[in-house]
């Protein structure tokens, strides 16, 4: 009750993060919008349920767990969700919103452990049922067969609990690294489009020299062809002036 209380409480203060991130980053993405308002509606249901959950026991606390099992995987998902779309925007806004998700997350893990500790509590409730019943009609007929197979089935469970609990391990880690791969995907994309920007730049360089050396070899023709006339000039004046002279 306490731990469901205290996380209703971190989801108040989570359920005010949208114009705070808004404030601190100023334009933020509205696919991340979408996905926060339905983890805050969705977290707020789930600390709802945890509350009702401890006041029930039987099989109307284990239906209500299952809804909150499920709940607990549609949060899962939105904050993969965030985690993903917050990673894909820039820098500035990444690292407030990720920030922010850092919190969800460690919201969502508290949540996680409070299912537990209902669940375990409705597992413990119902093996003592179980053993008491069996207990009260044959206490005197237990027998080192029946013994044996309770610890059995007490060792598969654990076994099953252990494998699941691996798979989950492989699969954040599988996630985690996804998650990195389209990080450095991200960058090596910005390296690209600077680079492009560059080569962009050096093309223009490239057309303004071209059109100043085009500008200079016309001069030069022209300076050409002013020369040539002068020169023509000249000689002709020389020869009119020995043509009179020899006269």
Do not use: W
Request: include cysteine.
């Amino acid at each position: 009750m306490g731990e469901a209380r205290r996380g209703e409480a971190r989801r108040g203060e989570a359920r005010l993060s949208p114009s705070s991130v808004r404030f601190a980053a100023g334009e933020m993405s509205e696919v991340f919008e979408g996905y926060e308002r339905q983890y805050c509606e969705l977290s707020a249901g789930l600390s709802k349920k945890c509350t009702s959950a401890s006041l029930l026991d039987g099989e109307q606390k284990k239906q209500k767990l299952s809804e909150i099992t499920a709940g607990l995987e549609q949060a899962e998902s939105l904050i993969r969700k965030m985690d993903l779309e917050a990673r894909s925007l820039q820098p500035n806004v990444k690292a407030v919103l990720l920030a922010k998700l850092r919190e969800y997350k460690s919201d969502l893990n508290n949540l996680k452990s409070e299912v537990k500790r209902l669940a375990s509590n409705n597992l413990n409730q119902a093996a003592r049922d179980e053993l008491l019943e069996s207990g009260m009609a044959d206490a005197a007929t237990v027998s080192a067969d029946q013994k044996t197979r309770l610890l059995m089935s007490t060792e598969r469970l654990n076994k099953t609990g252990d494998r699941v609990r691996d798979s989950r391990r492989t699969m954040l880690e599988t996630e985690e690294l996804g998650v990195s791969i389209l990080q450095d995907l991200n960058q090596q994309r910005q390296s690209l489009l600077h680079a492009h920007g560059t080569l962009h730049g050096v093309d223009d360089n490239i057309g303004k020299s071209k059109k100043i050396m085009t500008n200079m070899s016309r001069r030069m023709s022209r300076n050409k062809y002013i020369i040539g006339c002068i020169v023509l000039v000249l000689v002709l004046a020389i020869i009119l002036i020995l043509y009179f002279k020899l006269k």
